[in-house]
């Protein structure tokens, strides 16, 4: 009665193995997303976190100072400082471009005066990566001036 039903695949079965590919590559997509963004964080943290020791390097060598010129906290020229302060030391300068790059060219705002100075790096998905001078490293909810500086007195990360 059905010798004549070819062996093989019916549609139906082949577009329920597709929708469950389809559903399968759609959550290792989501997790990957997830892995880079944290990726991504760990290079910045990484990247400031390298600056405490070469800021220290560069307070010896200057001359137990941080800036001979104080830099208001500023996000525009921060990468681009002149070499009046610790952020335009050669090295520091490229761990902060390192970590420009990591986080997809957020904002990373930096500060100093001869006996200070503070750096914080947008955070992937959120958030902002802070040191200071004191040696502190770590997350902080918002970078600005009222909560990095205050009056021209520079403070920690808060």
């Known amino acids: 009665m059905y010798n004549n039903r070819s062996k093989g695949f019916t549609l139906?079965?082949?577009?329920v193995v597709i929708a469950i590919i389809g559903?399968?590559?759609a959550v290792v997509l989501a997790s990957l997303n997830?892995?880079?963004t944290r990726g991504n964080n760990a290079a910045v943290q990484s990247n400031?976190?390298?600056m405490l020791s070469q800021a220290e390097i560069y307070y010896g060598n200057a001359g137990n100072v941080y800036a001979t010129v104080d830099l208001a906290w500023t996000t525009a020229s921060c990468p681009a400082a002149a070499g009046t302060s610790v952020v335009g030391d050669t090295t520091i300068k490229?761990?902060?471009?390192?970590?420009n790059t990591a986080n997809g060219a957020g904002a990373i705002g930096?500060?100093?005066t001869a006996t200070t100075y503070v750096i914080?790096?947008?955070l992937v998905g959120g958030g902002y990566w802070c040191v200071d001078y004191t040696g502190t490293s770590?997350?902080?909810p918002a970078a600005t001036t009222a909560n990095l500086a205050a009056a021209g007195t520079l403070a920690v990360c808060p």
């Open 12 to 15: 139906i079965e082949l577009l």
């Open 23 to 25: 559903v399968l590559s």
């Open 34 to 36: 997830t892995a880079r």
């Open 48 to 50: 400031l976190a390298g």
């Open 94 to 99: 490229r761990a902060i471009d390192a970590a």
């Open 110 to 112: 930096c500060a100093a």
């Open 120 to 122: 914080a790096a947008d």
């Open 138 to 140: 770590k997350a902080i």
